[in-house]
Nanobody, 121 residues
Framework: QVQLVESGGGLVQAGGSLRLSCAASGIIFSIGSMGWYRQAPGKQRELVAAITRSGSTDYADSVKGRFTISRDNAKNTVYLQMNSLKLEDTAVYYC???????????????WGQGTQVTVSS
């Protein structure tokens, strides 16, 4: 059973920083792209940042220059460093990973349970 476990969310004042972590566990052959999504109340889930296994990154325009995604392939872990947080960054943040369980199968998308990030004024 593969699990993605997120940590690092919480309450922070505007302008502050938080670092999210997401570790994949279970019997895993390989992990492809990993990413962070977020969903605010009443809004659709949106991509925040993504990173390929080789380290290429992509960011939503709203977080460019403030958020940094990184990963540690040896630990099957992805991180999201969030700086200069704004009120509009408040949301539940979800980790996503494309995981190959064994050779001969396909990559499948897995999701974490979500972690709340609340930015206060």
């Amino acid at each position: 059973q593969v699990q993605l476990v997120e940590s690092g969310g919480g309450l922070v004042q505007a302008g502050g920083s938080l670092r999210l972590s997401c570790a994949a566990s279970g019997i895993i052959f390989s992990i492809g792209s990993m990413g962070w999504y977020r969903q605010a109340p009443g809004k659709q889930r949106e991509l925040v940042a993504a990173i390929t296994r080789s380290g290429s990154t992509d960011y939503a325009d709203s977080v460019k220059g403030r958020f940094t995604i990184s990963r540690d392939n040896a630990k099957n872990t992805v991180y999201l460093q969030m700086n200069s947080l704004k009120l509009e960054d408040t949301a539940v943040y979800y980790c996503n990973a494309d995981i190959l369980l064994r050779l001969g199968t396909r990559f499948s998308a897995y999701w974490g349970q979500g972690t709340q990030v609340t930015v206060s004024s």
